[in-house]
């Protein structure tokens, strides 16, 4: 079976989220299945030349875009056993990072009707297009106004998945005709109209055959209105063709025996935990000191929990722990931190940027992984946390509920803890719950061990999306 992924970005070439992981290591899961797995990229201008130089044209073509007639590069490479597509075209793409352009409409309706043009010219014709996120949100809506009498295209089947419900791609009504080439009647309830705007992330969910998102309760959760970011009428109809499949790491990146990045690696389970603690905190400037040391790596943004954390960071910071902190974002955060960092200077660092040899280090090092997010499709930060003997502190939500166990002193189960109103001082109370276990040696080390034993790769997540394909494909 032939399936071809379509994103804005994917590791290694370009990432600025969760999203790039997912499109870096999810299709290498997919061909242990025996799926020929392709995936078709925009050739962005931030990807590295090293790999620009390993890429060869396969056919030049244009792209039809309402009025306009545009030029298209279809380049390819293979990469990790994974062979890459990339839609060319130098005025679109050819940009410092990835999104919030003005004409961003255009660019993201160009790629999804690349995508399309360029399937006769590849030697390869999928079974399954599987579009991700509000970027390819057109492509299933071209595949059935423009393309549906076309016998080529007429056996193609669409998967769409969410990775994140709140960024939907919502443009003026003007895009309609000009760029999209659509006629008023997919402006409506049933197609594209979102309050008097084009949404394109509303399109992917009407017209695709099926839906996913990044996990079994996210998948619940946004067919209410308080998730549902005003689309959760369109889940509830659609329910019975939405599957909610967790997402997975890549577990020879995050891996604490072998990691490059790490000072020390892991030997017998989280033995050279304590040397990568004092490690860091001599590259940080902390006292070394054995104390709980919790890590945040995050966005810097609301729907992180970080109101709650800015209530209560006092409190936290007036008990014997030190926290480390890595992430950039909207200003009152980076500011609070920077702040905090210095009133407290023997117990915070914070790190306002993006650095990945950083992140390793502070998931090899801590002993536990705060992570009180508002919402959360999947989250990737307790997963790589748990991988590491990080102890997760989540609320329960979306992912989040779906990997952290709470850990039950009498029976000795749970992977980390957990709170579930949205509510500073119950996060404040959990972790003041888990600092308790950290003085409690064999109870922390039972915990520790069961953080390390849990299994998030992406093999049984790939499994399911392999059923799913296939239940498609009569």
């Known amino acids: 079976m032939n399936i071809l992924f379509a994103a804005s970005e994917g590791v290694p070439f370009i990432k600025t989220g969760g999203l790039a992981d997912v499109i870096g290591s999810l299709p290498k899961a997919l061909k242990k299945y025996g799926l020929d797995v392709r995936v078709m990229l925009p050739k962005h201008g931030g990807i590295q030349e090293s790999f620009k130089e390993k890429m060869t044209t396969r056919q030049v073509i244009n792209v039809p875009l309402s009025w306009r007639n545009q030029y298209c590069g279809i380049q390819e490479m293979e990469y990790d056993g994974v062979h890459f597509y990339f839609i060319d075209n130098e005025y679109y793409f050819k940009r410092e990072g990835l999104y919030g352009y003005n004409d961003d409409p255009e660019r993201y309706a160009f790629f999804s009707k690349a995508v399309l043009?360029?399937?006769?010219?590849?030697?390869?014709?999928?079974?399954?297009?599987?579009?991700?996120?509000?970027?390819?949100?057109?492509?299933?809506?071209?595949?059935?106004?423009?393309?549906?009498?076309?016998?080529?295209?007429?056996?193609?089947?669409?998967?769409?998945?969410?990775?994140?419900?709140?960024?939907?791609?919502?443009?003026?009504?003007?895009?309609?005709?000009?760029?999209?080439?659509?006629?008023?009647?997919?402006?409506?309830?049933?197609?594209?109209?979102?309050?008097?705007?084009?949404?394109?992330?509303?399109?992917?969910?009407?017209?695709?055959?099926?839906?996913?998102?990044v996990s079994k309760t996210y998948?619940?959760?946004?067919?209410?209105?308080?998730?549902?970011?005003?689309?959760?009428?369109?889940?509830?109809?659609?329910?019975?063709?939405?599957?909610?499949?967790?997402?997975?790491?890549?577990?020879?990146?995050?891996?604490?025996?072998?990691?490059?990045?790490?000072?020390?690696?892991?030997?017998?389970?989280?033995?050279?935990?304590?040397?990568?603690?004092?490690?860091?905190?001599?590259?940080?400037?902390?006292?070394?000191?054995?104390?709980?040391?919790?890590?945040?790596?995050?966005?810097?943004?609301?729907?992180?929990?970080?109101?709650?954390?800015?209530?209560?960071?006092?409190?936290?910071?007036?008990?014997?722990?030190?926290?480390?902190?890595?992430?950039?974002?909207?200003?009152?955060?980076?500011?609070?931190?920077?702040?905090?960092?210095?009133?407290?200077?023997?117990?915070?660092?914070?790190?306002?940027?993006?650095?990945?040899?950083l992140a390793h280090r502070i998931y090899a090092a801590s002993d536990l992984f705060l992570m009180p997010s508002r919402f959360e499709p999947c989250g990737l930060g307790q997963i790589i946390a748990l991988r590491y003997g990080s102890l997760p502190i989540v609320r329960e939500t979306g992912g989040l509920k779906d990997t952290v166990v709470p850990y039950n002193e009498y029976t000795e189960e749970g992977n980390g803890f957990s709170f579930t109103n949205y509510n500073a001082h119950d996060m404040l109370y959990t972790i003041r719950r888990a600092v308790?276990?950290?003085?409690?040696?064999?109870?922390?080390?039972?915990?520790?061990?069961?953080?390390?034993?849990?299994?998030?790769?992406?093999?049984?997540?790939?499994?399911?999306y392999e059923k799913l394909y296939r239940s498609m494909i009569k």
């Open 117 to 213: 043009e360029s399937l006769p010219h590849l030697g390869f014709k999928p079974h399954i297009l599987h579009c991700h996120d509000w970027h390819t949100g057109l492509l299933s809506v071209f595949l059935k106004a423009h393309y549906g009498g076309n016998p080529f295209y007429s056996d193609i089947k669409t998967v769409f998945t969410i990775h994140n419900l709140h960024y939907q791609g919502v443009f003026s009504k003007s895009i309609l005709g000009d760029i999209l080439g659509l006629g008023d009647e997919y402006f409506n309830i049933d197609g594209l109209e979102y309050y008097g705007s084009v949404n394109c992330l509303k399109g992917g969910l009407v017209f695709s055959d099926k839906l996913t998102t």
């Open 219 to 357: 998948a619940g959760e946004i067919k209410y209105p308080y998730f549902g970011e005003g689309l959760d009428g369109i889940l509830r109809k659609r329910q019975c063709d939405l599957t909610g499949i967790l997402n997975g790491i890549d577990y020879d990146e995050y891996n604490p025996y072998t990691d490059r990045f790490i000072y020390a690696v892991y030997e017998n389970g989280a033995e050279n935990k304590k040397e990568n603690k004092i490690r860091l905190q001599q590259e940080l400037g902390l006292p070394q000191r054995d104390v709980p040391l919790m890590g945040m790596v995050t966005r810097l943004v609301d729907s992180k929990g970080l109101d709650l954390v800015n209530c209560v960071l006092n409190e936290i910071l007036d008990m014997d722990v030190q926290m480390v902190v890595l992430g950039t974002g909207e200003k009152k955060y980076e500011d609070m931190f920077k702040y905090y960092a210095y009133r407290y200077c023997d117990k915070m660092s914070a790190n306002i940027r993006f650095d990945n040899t």
């Open 436 to 464: 308790g276990f950290y003085y409690d040696k064999d109870k922390w080390n039972r915990i520790v061990k069961n953080a390390m034993d849990s299994n998030f790769s992406w093999e049984r997540s790939a499994g399911e």
